[in-house]
């Protein structure tokens, strides 16, 4: 495989480098003869059997994987997307990249349809698409979980072992390149306002800088499950089954004992009529925020206080785009390297809802979409996108009483939806967030600011966008809203009347089920998630495996 030469903001080194090629390291371990299974090429039922059974392959499930299979355990992974590899994403098209690699074919949304919601949906899980921001849980988050919703064992000294092997295992470490234009943009409007801001650790290694992360890494500098930990369990006697989706768990009293999956067929849109059965001692149930809590609902799992499902939560985001005279091809270099959170803790964990600010990578099916306008305006904003910044703010939801809360339902098929209400208290922080972007573009030397509502026109002053902001009105479908991150559904508390599992992820009711991946948090949690998620199903992984040999 050999790459198409970068842009032009890549040292002679990184650009010389292009021209050699870089080895597929999924399909040499495949070659080497990996078990893996592709339920879209079953020519009849099959049956698997296994020690402990993973239901995805993201952060929670790999990470799990790797420490069982690594514990002797035999390990089965199970994968509703496809399997795609570094040489699959080297043409870096948009086109051909989000429908096979995102949730619903990068059309997941709220149930009233006002919300994106960007998961992703192969393995590795969306440790494979994500833009490789890390941040570890903030203490905040760990304190209000052990006061608020009896959370025990993982305060700020207990988890930091566990963050820190995370780190060392994935390359996590505060960018070292200098931020691309995109991201500049936070630090020189946050030093001429005076406001905090830093660098954004990355879990990368020998990074070239391309900004294609969303598409997947076709360097495999990316330290994704699919390039880690998933290896790392096939080489250890793993099997990994695609294109399969858990359509239930098979329970007997107060133990699963067994899971009923369907192949999908290639493009992973409908089931192809295979049945493949799955038996094990143990399961791991790892689908994420909201595929976790959809295969409990489809179980008819006992769930005596009605909790699966419930306070599912999404970083709430909007957005702020901004020109400026100079070139800053947002589509190129690292996606997300610098962040400001100014006004994450200002108020308290339970106060005014807060949010992170960070940018998001413009390439240029994703910005015509998060940008949508029509007519002479639309071809407008496109022709200037090498001269966008586009900033973002993540809402901290679940700390307050009146915060937006989802619930995860499933549709007449029993597919999930998430159904996301906003509230005063939410679109309150959303009005501050633009108000705050819109700020830092105009300080940092941006020419016209817009405030990504369907209602705001572009702006050529902070008075004037201050102004269009504080009169625009707060609706769906007026704002655009979207979300990357999605945590809870499951949420873990030793009192079982509050949480699906306990603080070890073990399922209340279900002797033989654990939890492992982003929707045990008890709220949001304020920060890009996949750390927290490595950290904490590192401990928990850990454990099981100390328990599962006793």
């Not at 049945?275 to 959809?294: C, D, E, F, M, Q």
Request: glycine content about 10%; charged content about 20%.
């Amino acid at each position: 495989m050999r790459l198409p030469r970068p842009a032009d903001h890549l040292t002679t080194t990184q650009q010389e480098s292009t021209d050699m090629p870089v080895p597929d390291i999924f399909r040499q371990g495949m070659a080497r003869g990996w078990k893996t299974h592709d339920g879209s090429a079953l020519e009849q039922d099959l049956t698997l059997e296994a020690d402990v059974a993973i239901i995805g392959s993201g952060a929670g499930g790999g990470t799990t994987a790797e420490i069982l299979s690594a514990a002797g355990f035999k390990v089965l992974i199970i994968e509703e997307g496809p399997l795609r590899t570094s040489d699959d994403f080297a043409p870096l098209r948009e086109n051909q990249s989000y429908p096979a690699l995102y949730q619903e074919g990068l059309g997941r949304m709220s149930k009233n349809g006002a919300i994106t919601i960007l998961q992703g949906r192969a393995v590795g899980g969306t440790t494979t698409v994500n833009w490789t921001s890390s941040f570890r849980t903030p203490a905040p988050t760990l304190k209000h979980w052990a006061d608020v919703h009896g959370v025990t064992g993982h305060d700020v000294d207990s988890m930091a072992p566990w963050f820190a092997k995370m780190e060392e295992r994935l390359g996590v470490a505060k960018w070292a390149i200098p931020a691309n234009p995109n991201n500049q943009v936070i630090a020189d409007g946050c030093e001429s306002l005076g406001w905090k801001h830093d660098i954004i650790p990355r879990n990368v290694k020998g990074c070239w800088n391309l900004g294609y992360c969303g598409l997947g890494c076709p360097t495999n500098a990316k330290q994704s499950m699919l390039v880690t930990t998933i290896p790392a369990t096939l080489d250890n006697n793993g099997e990994l089954l695609y294109l399969a989706r858990v359509n239930r768990l098979l329970i007997d009293g107060s133990r699963v004992t067994g899971l009923e999956c369907v192949g999908m067929d290639e493009r992973c849109v409908a089931p192809n009529g295979r049945k493949i059965t799955v038996r094990a001692k143990h399961y791991v149930l790892s689908g994420g925020g909201i595929n976790s809590p959809a295969v409990l609902l489809r179980s008819n799992a006992p769930d005596p206080h009605q909790l699966a499902g419930k306070r599912t939560f999404l970083h709430i985001t909007n957005f702020s785009a901004a020109r400026f005279e100079q070139q800053l091809n947002p589509f190129s270099g690292a996606p997300q390297s610098v962040y400001s959170d100014h006004f994450q803790w200002h108020d308290g964990a339970a106060g005014e809802m807060s949010y992170k600010i960070e940018v998001a990578p413009m390439q240029p099916m994703f910005a015509s979409t998060v940008l949508a306008d029509v007519g002479q305006r639309a071809a407008e904003t496109m022709a200037s996108l090498p001269n966008i910044n586009f900033m973002l703010a993540l809402g901290r939801d679940g700390f307050h009483e009146q915060s937006s809360i989802g619930s995860v339902e499933l549709r007449s098929d029993g597919t999930p939806v998430l159904d996301y209400q906003m509230t005063d208290y939410s679109w309150d922080g959303i009005r501050r967030a633009w108000l705050s972007m819109a700020e830092i573009q105009f300080a940092a030397g941006a020419k016209q600011v817009w405030t990504v509502h369907a209602d705001a026109p572009w702006t050529s002053s902070w008075k004037e966008a201050q102004a269009t902001i504080n009169n625009l009105p707060l609706e769906l479908y007026r704002a655009r809203l979207g979300s990357a991150h999605v945590m809870g559904g499951c949420a873990m508390s030793e009192d079982a009347s509050m949480g699906v599992t306990d603080s070890l992820g073990r399922h209340h009711q279900l002797e033989n089920l654990s939890i492992h991946d982003g929707s045990l948090f008890p709220t949001s949690i304020g920060a890009n998630p996949q750390l927290s998620i490595y950290g904490l199903t590192a401990k928990l992984a850990t454990q099981l495996a100390e328990r599962l040999k006793a």
